[in-house]
């Protein structure tokens, strides 16, 4: 089956900063989504991005379909931004990447 | 907004036995999952069901396992003769259309003691 790599598996920053979050898949995708955890557990959509660019709010989503990987952008970033930060694709079913795990200091 | 929910968010269940986690998907959706999550762990897929019957299932989902769509609106996810090492997160999802976003229930925590 399909391979989700997602990196890094662990971030820390100040809030304020700035961030990339990246997802290589190893084969060619029809749905591609960005998921958060949050620290109650609960997991939101963010992004169903299979190509392209999406922006919401302080969030934007890159899909490079034909280079098999995704890039996540978090700008301005607050305490609530973190948890865990899940890429899934379909393959068959949605498999997800393992995370990673953001934690944003005031 | 449409939300999927799950009861209930936590239950506590001695090995062997059986327990019964319910969800309500979103209404217009046609497609239907259930994850697991074992604290800790990445979420893991278990099966997949559209159209009254299972589309995928992972390794995971064994003949312990049992999904049934009794009516309308719910969707259930039987465990028989629960382990130890099925304690875990257990999460509802639905989808509109086969593309589309994924959106999840706020999960059942399942507890075998």
């Known amino acids: 089956g399909i391979q989700v790599e997602q990196s890094p598996p662990d971030l820390i920053l100040q809030e304020g900063a700035n961030s990339t979050l990246r997802c290589n898949f190893s084969d060619s995708v029809n749905n591609l989504q960005w998921f958060h955890q949050n620290p109650w557990g609960q997991l939101i959509n963010l992004f169903y991005i299979p190509s392209g660019t999406k922006q919401n709010g302080r969030l934007s989503a890159t899909t490079v379909a034909t280079e098999r990987y995704s890039l996540l952008y978090i700008s301005s970033s607050q305490t609530t931004d973190s948890g865990v930060y899940f890429c899934a694709v379909e393959d068959n079913d949605m498999r997800f990447g393992a995370g990673t795990r953001l934690t944003v200091k005031p | 907004e449409p939300e999927v929910t799950q009861t209930p968010s936590h239950q506590v269940t001695q090995m062997g036995q059986e327990v019964i986690l319910r969800c309500v998907p979103i209404s217009n959706h046609l497609y239907f999952y259930w994850y697991r999550q074992i604290l800790g762990q990445k979420v893991e897929f278990l099966v997949s069901?559209?159209?009254?019957?299972?589309?995928?299932k992972s390794e995971i989902f064994d003949d312990q396992f049992s999904v049934e769509r009794p009516d309308g609106s719910n969707f259930t996810l039987k465990i028989r003769s629960t382990k130890l090492e099925d304690s875990a997160m257990y999460f509802c999802a639905s989808m509109r259309l086969v593309n589309s976003p994924l959106h999840f229930g706020n999960g059942t925590r399942l507890t075998v003691t």
């Open positions: 069901f559209y159209n009254n019957e299972i589309s995928e």
